[in-house]
Each structure stands twice: as C-alpha cells, then as structure tokens.
C-alpha cells in the first residue's frame, strides 16, 4: 500500500516514519530539491499544481492526503478524480479561508470571536465601529505562523495595516485577551469512529510555536472535544484534524482549524499510546484507530532557527530528540524535543533544563 | 552524518526508523534486490566480501556498523582500516564462534553449560563420555535460529548427527533443562557508559524466539547485568550487546552473546524510554545514553511466516505494530506487535488476545 503526501517537509517525514512500521510506503509531491522527508519516503518533484506530476502521483499512490494547508484546492480536486483523497475537499477549501471557517464555526454553534470580512478601507473602517480595539487584521488566505497578521489598536492604524496586506481580501477580528492558547487534535476514520487526544497549551513567540504541554484530565477537554466531533462529523472528515482555540475563563472560542497532522501534537510521538501521525493513517486506510490514552505529563519544545548541543539535550532522562534533517535558518522550524513522565517534579525540572538549553543555543 | 550499516534487514530497517530522529542518514550493504531497510536507507547492493563495494560504504559513511554476526569478519577488518567500525572486531570474531564465545565467558567468570570442542566422531564419542546425555551438538560458526544444531539423547545418535554437519568443527554442550531463557541487552558507549535493559524472558519454538517478555525488578537482573557488564568491559565493546543465558534455579548459565540490537529487544521500542535501536546509535555516536528504563508491562510477539488481520490487531488497545515490509515465507519473521502498560489484567488480556489472532492466521 502506497500513500501518497502533497508536501515533503517535516509533516510528512514524520508520517513516513509512523508509517513504514505499519508496512506502507510513501510517495511525496514537493518542489524542492532537498525535501526532508526525502529519506523515508520517494518524491516527485515538481510543483503543486503541475497536472503531469498530479497525474504521476494519482497512479503511484493508492490514498493522497497532505501535510499542509496552503496547497492549490484545485489540485486536490484534480486528484480526487483518480485516487481516493483525505481529508475531504470541503475541509480543505474551508479551512483555507478565514471567512469561510469563521462562518462554519458560528453555522456549527462553535463560539468565535467577532469578526467581519474587508474588502477595502472603508470597510476596514467602518468594522472598527463595530468591533473595538485592539482587533487583528488577518488575510483570509495563505497566513500562517503569523504571517499575514497586523494587531490594530488605534485609528490610526488602519491605513498603514491595509495598505500592507496589498488589498487581498482580510478579515478582522476581536483581539482575545486570552488566559490560554489550547488546542485539540482528533481523529476519525471512514466509520466515524472518532479518538480525541488530551487539549494543549501552546505557547507561541511571534506567531511561532515554541512550547505546547498536554493537559490531563483538563476543565476544557469536554468542551473542545465537543466542538471538535461537531466539525468532524458536519465535514464527514477522514483523517487528524487540529482546532486551535483561545480560552478565557472558561470560554472557549474557535480560532483557527487545520486539516492535518499538527505541530502540538508532537508530543504524542512519546506521550501517547498512538500518536497522531499513525491515527492519521490509520484514519485515511480505515484501520481501528489507536488509543489516544497519554502519559501524566506530556510536553513538546519546538527547536527553531538553530540546533542546540545534541549531547546536551540527550542528556535529560525523558528527551525524545526529533530533528527534521533541515538546514539551520532563522526562523526555521529544525526540530523538536518531546518529554514525557509521570512525574510531575521530574517533568518541570527537565523541561526548565531543555528549556535554558534551547535558549542558550 | 551518515551511518552505514553491513546488512538491510529488519534490523537494519529499525536502526535507521529510530536513527532519522537524530538527524542521522543511512546507507546499508547488502546483497538482496529488495533488502527492507532499502526504504529508510540508501542501498549498494553488492555481496559483504565485495572489496569495491566496501571500500565505497567505507567513502560513503561515517561510521559503520552491523546488524548480524554471519558477516566475514574479513570485511569488518577492511572497512575498520578506513572508517571506524562498532561494535569491535573482537566482539565479532567471538561471537561468530562458539568455542571462542564460551572460553572468553569461562575467562570471564561467566558461568557456562559444560562443553567440549569436537572436530571428528571420535573426539565426539570422547566427549559424551565426559558429558553426559542429553546433549547438544552445534556448529561452531554461522547457526542461527537453531541452524546447525542436532539434540544427542544416546550414543546411537552420535554418527548420524556428526555427517549431518559435514565435518565442520563444532562444540558439544550439556543439555540444560532450563527452567526460563532469558536475555539481556545493554549498551556501551566510547566513553565507558553502561545501561542495561530489564532482563527478557524468551520463549523459542523450534529455534525461532516467538515471545519475549520484559521482567522488570526480577531476581536475574543483577546477576546479568554484572555478567554483560564483564563481557561489555573486557571487550571493550561500542553498541548494543545481548548475552542469551539459561536460568536453572537461581542459576544463570551463559548461552551465547550476540553484538547487536537483538529480536529480543523490540519491546524497547514501545516500552522503554529509548529503546535498543537508538541507544546503538547513541552508542557508537558517543551520545549521552539513553534511559532503559521500562513500563510496568511490556512484551513483544513475533509475526512469523504470515501476517494475520492488522485490523484485528490493531483493535487490541496497547498493541503497537512492527511490520518490516518483506513477502511472506515458511519460517521468516516478517515483523512483531509490541504490548506496553502499566496494568497487569489488560496486558494479559491482550497478550491472550493478540496471541490467539497470531496463531489463527
């Protein structure tokens, strides 16, 4: 059985590697010419949205699915014709939209924060009448870790915010005072069997993700379950999806959702019975889906830009080193360091030490 | 950096599963059209004697290792002049013989079966009056999952066993009515550390290890420990080690060692905080070790000949499954499904469970 993947980075390296153990194997469509998860899975290389290569993909592999949002929704659409795809077109396109995720959210009874799209100026203008500051203006297609986003807090924002989005359609939100940033990864296959993992708290720098910890037994977990079976089931979805929410007091509110496999989720490699790479393919081949049953305490942190001492970090009894074979380059997501135990003491004193680790490079 | 390995078997496979983590590539010799690790690893196929094709691994790697002891230990000697090579020379030459294995546990103080070096029926007919029925016959080199071993119950079985080795000197042993087989595996790095895994108990059906359980705090573990100990040091040995013993009693009696990561040793994968795979490679890097420690419960059964329903077997909770990609044949071990938790009911269960799916195909 040979899977297919839209986007050879990181995501789809790690697939790869929960995968070979279940005896898949892997094929890759991705344009550059030193893709990272060259070494456990083949590649096409070639763009997105280059029919012939589509084509080639659809007759090597007998299930795509993808590692990212931010690919052509054509391409999934041309190749859904030929190869069964996962997840779902429709999860896709709307997850690719800020707008149309915002309105699913509200249509499924998924609080959100307020929101309203723009078009122009007068529009970005005439919302802040609406909605207060400070409020964020996001593109509705193609940001991610941050990019894409400016924070408005006064009138005299507006002009210089608009003008740097280069007049591609946005929205603009309520900025959240959040007490947490949380998110929750779930599960569900062909039969609708759904597993959800324990919610994260993440913590980002920049719009980057540095740190995410699993949360045990959490007040929000019944809620963010419930919003996340309400998406799954409404998107008949197949696959891992990841719905990050801002919490304050005990609301909860949708941000944001990504059809895929998910950064804070990494923590499952070690700290979960099955971890969310492995129930993403057991989901798209229809396959009984794991426990999602984790251990007491479960974290992730993320290495960025650059690569710390490796002996350094081995040296700390729960690190799970995860590098991602890439060259060093600020900003760049290398690798992650996931720590796992069931002791509580144990737990933040290895991660204060990952922690001074990663910080003095 | 980059890891060769002589060999491209499902241990070879496993090493460069558990090595891409660290950021490590792989490249195997082996003489096979489809060797299984050729989906993890680059491969130069060629045969383990082949001078070019040695001498290529030696440019390509930076460090060189194995994942069987049936390699020419003419071809370690050469690779070890150019590239360094682990685990040592030494451990494999007496590994690959069992007169030299059983003297350097003699020498060692290591407790052994009575044996006798044989190299014609008449020093055979000697011997079996020295040791007394039942007995074992083996070859010296190149036995493995109970090749070239014949059981002697009475003199009349002394002519025929002795043609059936075709005149290759071999070793005759006491019979030992072992009350369990057990093993130990523990690593070594350059800098002198050790760490052992919790002693396994294995249960082998007609020379082939099918089960092996992980004794954690058992009544062996020191006296096994203090035994691989001696073998690791006086070898001065890099890598994974396994020393097989059969316990009689409180009695340990040293079967054979193997210098590498070991079939008895996949449950670490799942059951360890890192398992056997990585702590060679962390080994022969001279990293840090990893910690051995180990789940309450933890097991591993093997998938020989055929592999039964993997929708079965992935239903049973804490079943993590191993497959190595080959065809299926009479005989060969085609992959294992480790069963890891801290709660004796559910692990015996789905032992029983797993155990049944197993052997109904």
Known sequence: MIIGILGGGQLARMLALAGHPLGLQFIMLDPSEDACAGVVADQIQGR??????????????????????NIPAAAVEFLAKKVPVYPPLLALTTAQDRLYEKKLFRKLDICTPAFVPINNLEELQRALKEISYPAILKTRTQGYDGKGQAILRRNADLTTAWEHLNGVPAIVEDFIPFDREISIIAARNHSGEIKCYPVTENVHHAGILHFSKALKNDSAQHQAADYVKRLLNHLDYVGIITLELFQVGDQLLANEFAPRVHN???????GAIIDQFENHLRAILDLPLGSTDSSD?????????TVPSREKILQQTHANLHLYGKEERTGRKLGHINICTSDEATFNKEIGALQNIVNSG
């Open 297 to 305: 305490y479960a974290a992730m942190i993320n290495l960025i830009s």
């Open 264 to 270: 804070s989720g990494h923590w499952t490699q070690n």
């Open 48 to 69: 997105y949205n280059d029919i012939a290569k589509l084509e080639l993909l659809a007759q090597k592999a007998d299930v795509v699915t993808y590692e990212f949002e």
